[in-house]
């Protein structure tokens, strides 16, 4: 099967950091642009960041930017998000999605057909 699955997650206090993993099974991460979205409750599902195929070019929602970093680890068959400086408004379910488009790099959920079931966040003192 073809499956995108976010890990990584989980409880930290505010000023924190979490790593989170999107890897691909079945299928070849490579070609595929990579976008991270969140959902915290009650809320509307929004971009937070995203990566193009060749990794030249990567956008961050203003509310994170220059304190996550989206990468590539291609040895992995993944990409990563590193988030630094966590607070209570980062809390959420992160998720991966993908779509084989080169040059794309978006963070609204239009693109993307391929995605992971969630990665849990949840940042409390």
């Known amino acids: 099967q073809l499956k995108l699955v976010e890990s990584g997650g989980g409880l930290v206090q505010p000023g924190g950091s979490l790593r989170l993993s999107c890897a691909a099974s079945?299928?070849?991460?490579?070609?595929?642009?990579i976008g991270w979205f969140r959902q915290a409750p009650g809320k509307e599902r929004e971009g937070v960041s995203c990566?193009?195929?060749?990794?030249?070019?990567?956008k961050y929602a203003d509310s994170v930017e220059g304190r996550f970093t989206v990468s590539r680890d291609r040895a992995k068959n993944a990409v990563s998000l590193q988030m630094n400086s966590l607070g209570p408004e980062d809390t959420g379910v992160y998720y991966c999605?993908?779509?084989?488009?080169?040059?794309?790099?978006?963070?609204?959920?239009?693109?993307?057909?391929?995605w992971g079931q969630g990665t849990q966040v949840t940042v409390s003192s």
């Open positions: 999605a993908a779509v084989r488009l080169i040059g794309i790099c978006a963070l609204s959920r239009t693109h993307y057909v391929r």
């Open positions: 079945g299928f070849d991460l490579d070609y595929h642009a």
């Open positions: 990566i193009t195929v060749t990794g030249e070019l990567t």
